[in-house]
T-cell receptor, first 115, second 114 residues
């Protein structure tokens, strides 16, 4: 089992550009959550996808959008990049039911740098 | 708002000694779970231990145990016999009832001194 995988590992963009990050969940998991982790901070919840729908969204602007595919993999898109979007973006997967006690399995993250 | 507070940005411990990391949270819920996650320098976050609020007994996983004080809304992580591999960022986290998001504290960076 490969666990949760994310691509790319690192990404450098300039302000105003758009970026797409990708995540493949752990085998058997149908729920994918995305988090933004600024340097020296805890992860902040962006949104969660389940059954190809956004199930819950955190306090992030509409510039952040996502998608989940029938195979449960997911994309995070960020438009009109700002310097403040520079962060480590984490993907986490879990079974869809009983979220409140299930372990979240995290990927290694994508380091996004906006210049 | 649901909040999780870790008041120790950095901690250090001698190898083989014991260290306790603190966490407090704020909720009016009666049943919930609490988690400690570890993020080593290689970045992939892993679950260390989880505690159900209804259980009186503190959770234990090998060298890791918690001190859960429900009334005080305190959830500390104790690491016994510290090893070099324990050096990492440690995050306290909880999913609010009816919520699908994990709320994390700001983390505690643990250093292990040989």
């Amino acid at each position: 089992d490969a666990g949760v995988t994310q691509s790319p590992t690192h990404l450098i963009k300039t302000r105003g550009q758009q970026v797409t990050l990708r995540c493949s969940p752990k085998s058997g998991h149908d729920t994918v959550s995305w988090y933004q982790q600024a340097l020296g901070q805890g992860p902040q919840f962006i949104f969660q996808y389940y059954e190809e729908e956004e199930r819950q969204r955190g306090n992030f602007p509409d510039r952040f959008s996502g998608h989940q595919f029938p195979n449960y993999s997911s994309e995070l898109n960020v438009n009109a990049l700002l310097l403040g979007d520079s962060a480590l973006y984490l993907c986490a997967s879990s079974p869809g039911t009983e979220f409140f006690y299930n372990e979240q399995f995290f990927g290694p993250g994508t380091r996004l740098t906006v210049l | 708002a649901q909040t999780v507070t870790q008041s120790q940005p950095e901690m250090s411990v001698q190898e083989a000694e014991t260290v306790t990391l603190s966490c407090t949270y704020d909720t009016s819920e009666s049943d919930y779970y609490l988690f400690w996650y570890k993020q080593p320098p290689s970045r992939q976050m892993i679950l260390v231990i989880r505690q159900e609020a209804y259980k009186q007994q503190n959770a234990t996983e090998n060298r890791f145990s918690v001190n859960f004080q429900k009334a005080a809304k305190s959830f500390s992580l104790k690491i016994s016999d510290s090893q070099l591999g324990d050096a990492a960022m440690y995050f306290c986290a909880w999913p609010g009832a009816g919520s699908y998001q994990l709320t994390f504290g700001k983390g505690t960076k643990l250093s292990v001194i040989p």
